[in-house]
Structure formats: structure tokens, C-alpha cells
């Protein structure tokens, strides 16, 4: 078993993690490179990685464009969140103070909101998923999977989570490095007991999907793995030494966080490519619909082993979102942050259980919405990174009145321009759903790419180019290609000051 990364004896005795957004000390910042993998691998070695297959499918791809889709999307997604890691060595703070240094210490409240609502929201999915999965199992298992199941599996996954993010970083790493090892292993079991469930002609009988759809498929993959995580990427390298190799860094994390995904997806695409109905099933249960394909006796360890890695994946989640809004100007302990943003996630994941008819379109028109700013922002960090030279004045990050000044007008411009002009180019792809959500691609028509069109009061697109959200990729590259070019001279002026 690898050393936990920075769980010296210094820090052994400290149950709760003091750190919020401070400056880390020179003492706690022991981590090597490879510790990063654990984190990353332990929080996206879910099963439910199977289940990103039936939305892959989803956009009318054939196997073979799909498997394309997960090879690249996957590991770009994922290269760029150890990109932003560097900074975290650079400048011994979470992502979003170090954001600071290209927005400006008041203007990154802007994309620090965006980035709250993130978090917030795929932790509080992470934690629906583990409820919903027990249900479903303890169904099939005749244990009861009613009303009183989901009240308890609530209560019990948002305290896990809770408990384990207000302890904080030091409990956090440990805890990853011990769920990668079983979480890996049972996942393999699964896979050994369902690979007969694959159906070579079916999946291979598939037709190919328009450039457009590829395209669309390609933009969900990125949005839901990597972009989901990448808000929160420099949280976990804070904590390590200043010698630390960047691209050792970038190397860990990419291969921590998408080895897993990529495995998983692939075996996913055989699965639900085999099994209409039990693709058709993901959409509204993924952990608890591939359950239903394996012997009884192994339900009850896939099902620990499901839930304590949709957990590990949440607990990374609601601990960053703490440290997030504190980086807002909300002067509470960080255990008290990660306690309120466990209330959050206690109550939206009561809601959407057991009042909610359908969460999974309203969850993903909600992540496609922020998924354009955040795309936004993370263009923009990325290329501030790679233009420095030399590490952050962290006590500047702190002062309104340092080199970073409060507010960076062109970046926070860049945010807005870029996310105006994404939105008009992504559509809410479930209409039904979400109606809420309806207002975006208005830059669609006006270009020639689709036409909206209502269906017994359903709004549609039709054409194909609207389906491939290129908003979000747009967003992306736009906001790094402008930062890289128009905020040079800036950077250099900012590394130049005494």
C-alpha cells in the first residue's frame, strides 16, 4: 500500500483538517507526483462509468465512433485537470484562489459562483445514484426497496460524505488510497460475470451516427468526465512539494483519472450495446439496472462497492465546494463550509429521490448550462498557467491591492463573451424534461445550423448540428486562444514585480 501523501507524523494526530484556503505550510507539502492517482482513481472507478455507455449510444453513434469518442475524450478531458494541477504546486492554495491570479481577487467571485453551483450539483448526482442503486438492489435481493430503504440510504451516503469532508484532506487520501484497491477488484468481478452478456453481432450491427453526432457524444464525454472535475483540480496538489515535476503531475493525474473511465466505458459500450433494454434502463438507474444482469450472490458486495465509490467520488466533491466558497468571502472553518454544502446536498438529493418524476434530463440540461462557462473559465486558467514562468505570489492572491488587482477586466470579459456565444450554440436536449432550459441555442438558426421546431408543445431541433453542443468546445478553445494572446503582456508585468 502506497504512504498516504502528507499524512506525516506532524499531521497523523490531526483528526480534522485546519487548512481552508490558506496558504498550505512548507512542513505539510510532503506529496510526491504519484500520489495524485489515487484520489483521481478512486473517485472515477465507479461502475456507473458503464453507464456513460447508454448515454454515448444516446447521440445515435455506432460502437466504433463510440470507442473513438472514450479514447479520446476521456484522457484529453483529464489532461487538461492536471494541467490546471500545476498551479497548485505553483501556489500552495485551491483552484479557485489560484484563479485569482487571472481574474483578479474580486472578479473571480464570478466564475468561483459558476463553479459552487458545479460542484454542488454533481455531488448531490453522485449521492442520488447511491441511493437510487440501493433501492434497486435491495428490490431485487427482496430486502425492501421502498420508501424507507431510500430514507435511510439518504441519510446514511450524505453522512458518509459529510463526515469524510470535514475531516478533510489528510482522512480524505487516506481513505481514496484504500476504496482504489477494493473498488478496482470488485469491478473486475463484475466484468468477469457479464462479459457472456455480450452480443458481438448486436454491437457491431449499429449504424454509424453524422460527423455532427460523433461530435455531440464527444462534447458529453469531455463535459462528464474530466470538464466535470477540472473546477477542482488544483485542490489535491496543493499539498505537494515545490520540486514536484509539472509533468509528473499532469502524467498522475491524467492516468489516475481516466484510466479507469476509459475501461469501463468501453466494457459499457459492449454491455448496453448488446442489451437494448438494459441501455434503454440506464437513463433512469445506471448502478441499479446493472445490477440486474448479475447472480444474486453478488449483489451485496457490488452494491458496497458501487455506493462507497459513488461516495469517494462525492466526498471529493462537497470537500472542494467547501473551499470554494470560502475562496467567495464567506469567513466560516472550512469544516463548517463542507458541513453547509452537506445540508445542500442532503436536501436536493431528498428532493429529487422522492419527488422528483425524472432527474436525469433536468440534471444534464443543468451540467450543459454551467458546463459552457466553466469550459470558459478552465480555457482561460490553462492558459495563464502555461504562459507563467515562475510560482504565484500567494499573500497577492489575498490583497485586492497586489499584482493580481481585483478585478482582471479582460478576463472576466472573455468569460462573458465566450459562454453568451456558447450557450447560443448548445441546446437543451431534453426539452420534455427541462423546459426551462429552452432558451439556448438562439445563435443556431441565425448561422444555418438547425431549425426549432414544436411538437405538441415539445420544443425540437431539427438537423443534426445542433445535437453536437459545440458551444461547449467552443467556449473552451475560444476563451484559451484569446487568454493566451491577450493577457501575455499582462502575465509578464504581473511576474515581474517585485
Known amino acids: 500500500m502506497t504512504a498516504t ?9 490531526r ?16 506529496a510526491k507526483p504519484h500520489d495524485l492517482f489515487w484520489p483521481w482513481f478512486a473517485a472515477n472507478v465507479s461502475v456507473f462509468g458503464m453507464g456513460y455507455a447508454a448515454f454515448i449510444f444516446g447521440f445515435g453513434v455506432s460502437f466504433w465512433q463510440a470507442l473513438i469518442v472514450a479514447l479520446i475524450g476521456i484522457p484529453i478531458s483529464f489532461l487538461l485537470c492536471g494541467i490546471i494541477a500545476i498551479a497548485g504546486k505553483r501556489g500552495s492554495v485551491p483552484t479557485m484562489v489560484l484563479s485569482r491570479a487571472a481574474f483578479g481577487v474580486h472578479g473571480q467571485k464570478l466564475p468561483g459562483i459558476v463553479s459552487w453551483f458545479l460542484s454542488i450539483g454533481w455531488e448531490t448526482f453522485l449521492a442520488i445514484m447511491a441511493v437510487l442503486a440501493t433501492s434497486t438492489v435491495f428490490g431485487i435481493l427482496g430486502l425492501g426497496g421502498g420508501t424507507m430503504t431510500k430514507v435511510i440510504a439518504a441519510v446514511a451516503v450524505a453522512a458518509l460524505i459529510v463526515v469524510a469532508s470535514v475531516l478533510g484532506y489528510h482522512t480524505i487520501m487516506k481513505l481514496q488510497s484504500i476504496l482504489t484497491w477494493v473498488t478496482g477488484a470488485i469491478t473486475i468481478v463484475y466484468m468477469a460475470l457479464t462479459v ?71 466494457f459499457g459500450l459492449l454491455l448496453a450495446g448488446s442489451d437494448p433494454e438494459l441501455s434503454a434502463g440506464i437513463a433512469s438507474d445506471p448502478i441499479g439496472t446493472l445490477a440486474t444482469i448479475l447472480p444474486i450472490w453478488v449483489l451485496i458486495p457490488f452494491w458496497l462497492t ?88 500567494e499573500l497577492a492572491l489575498f490583497d485586492a491591492n497586489g499584482r493580481y488587482k481585483a478585478f482582471d477586466w479582460t478576463s472576466i470579459g472573455t468569460l462573458v463573451i465566450a459562454t453568451i456565444i456558447g450557450w447560443g450554440l448548445v441546446i437543451n436536449q431534453f426539452a420534455g424534461d427541462a423546459p426551462w432550459a429552452n432558451w439556448q441555442g438562439y445563435l443556431l438558426e441565425p448561422l444555418g445550423l438547425g431549425k426549432r421546431v ?45
Open 5 to 13: 501523501p502528507g499524512f506525516d507524523e506532524a499531521t497523523k494526530s
Open 15 to 30: 483528526l480534522i483538517e485546519t487548512n481552508g484556503i490558506d496558504i498550505i505550510d512548507e512542513s505539510e507539502r510532503t
Open 196 to 266: 457472456s452478456h455480450i452480443d458481438w453481432a448486436t454491437v457491431q450491427a449499429i449504424p454509424n451516427g453524422s460527423q455532427a453526432q460523433v461530435v455531440g457524444a464527444l462534447t458529453m464525454v469531455m463535459t462528464g468526465f474530466g470538464l466535470g472535475w477540472i473546477n477542482i483540480a488544483a485542490d489535491w496538489s496543493r499539498y505537494q512539494h515545490r520540486d514536484a515535476s509539472n509533468g509528473s503531475i499532469v502524467f498522475w493525474n491524467t492516468l489516475g483519472g481516466s484510466v479507469a473511465p476509459v475501461i469501463l466505458v468501453i
Open 306 to 393: 458501487a455506493v462507497l465509490a459513488l461516495v469517494s467520488g462525492a466526498v471529493l466533491g462537497i470537500y472542494s465546494s467547501g473551499l470554494t466558497l470560502l475562496s467567495l468571502g464567506i469567513n466560516i472553518p472550512r469544516p463548517a463550509a463542507a458541513a453547509i454544502d452537506g445540508v445542500i446536498l442532503t436536501i436536493g438529493t431528498i428532493w429529487v429521490v422522492f419527488f422528483a418524476e425524472n432527474f436525469l434530463g433536468p440534471f444534464q440540461s443543468f451540467l450543459l448550462i454551467l458546463g459552457v462557462p466553466m469550459a470558459s473559465w478552465a480555457g482561460i486558467l490553462i492558459a495563464d498557467i502555461i504562459s507563467r514562468k515562475r510560482p504565484y505570489d
Open 454 to 498: 414544436v411538437d405538441a408543445g415539445v420544443e425540437s431541433w431539427e438537423g443534426t448540428w445542433p445535437w453536437a453542443n459545440l458551444g461547449v468546445l467552443l467556449a473552451l478553445v475560444l476563451s484559451f486562444l484569446v487568454t493566451l494572446i491577450a493577457r501575455n503582456g499582462t502575465i509578464k508585468r504581473q511576474e515581474e514585480r517585485a
